[in-house]
């Protein structure tokens, strides 16, 4: 990726909370908010977030594809598991390919 980009050393809590449980339920892990409240002051403290301007973009396509057979079903096991719409997407495809086709069925 080529491009600029900053650094943000303040607190987002709000931030922090909506894209918190956005991933965490597209996961399924529904993490838990209620933090000891020195414990989630810290947390917030030691975030850092990052902001950036994307000018182009270079990219290989890999979907574990160098992976010996035991490490690739798993893979496509793990996939097969997960709740979000990415997930399920990417599995979709994985199972459409050659190398997932070939380990459908486990």
Same mark, same amino acid.
């Given at each position: 990726?080529?491009?600029?980009?900053r650094?943000?050393?303040?607190?987002?809590?709000?931030?922090?909370?909506? &894209?918190?449980?956005?991933? *965490?339920? #597209?996961?399924g892990?529904?993490w838990?908010?209620?933090?000891?409240? +020195?414990?989630?002051? %810290?947390?917030?403290? &030691?975030?850092?977030?990052? *902001?950036? #301007?994307?000018?182009s973009?270079?990219?290989?396509?890999?979907?574990? +594809?160098?992976?010996? %057979?035991?490490?690739?079903?798993?893979?496509?096991? *793990?996939?097969?598991?997960?709740?979000?719409?990415?997930?399920?997407?990417?599995?979709d495809?994985?199972? %459409?390919?050659?190398?997932?086709?070939?380990?459908?069925?486990?």
């Amino acid at each position: 990726m080529r491009g600029s980009s900053r650094a943000w050393f303040r607190n987002f809590e709000s931030t922090y909370e909506k &894209v918190g449980r956005s991933y *965490e339920t #597209k996961n399924g892990t529904n993490w838990d908010y209620n933090l000891p409240e +020195q414990f989630h002051e %810290k947390l917030l403290n &030691v975030i850092v977030w990052f *902001e950036f #301007k994307v000018e182009s973009i270079e990219a290989k396509f890999k979907l574990s +594809q160098n992976r010996d %057979k035991e490490d690739y079903k798993g893979v496509f096991e *793990e996939f097969s598991k997960r709740a979000s719409d990415n997930d399920k997407e990417l599995f979709d495809y994985m199972a %459409k390919t050659k190398k997932g086709s070939k380990f459908r069925g486990f």
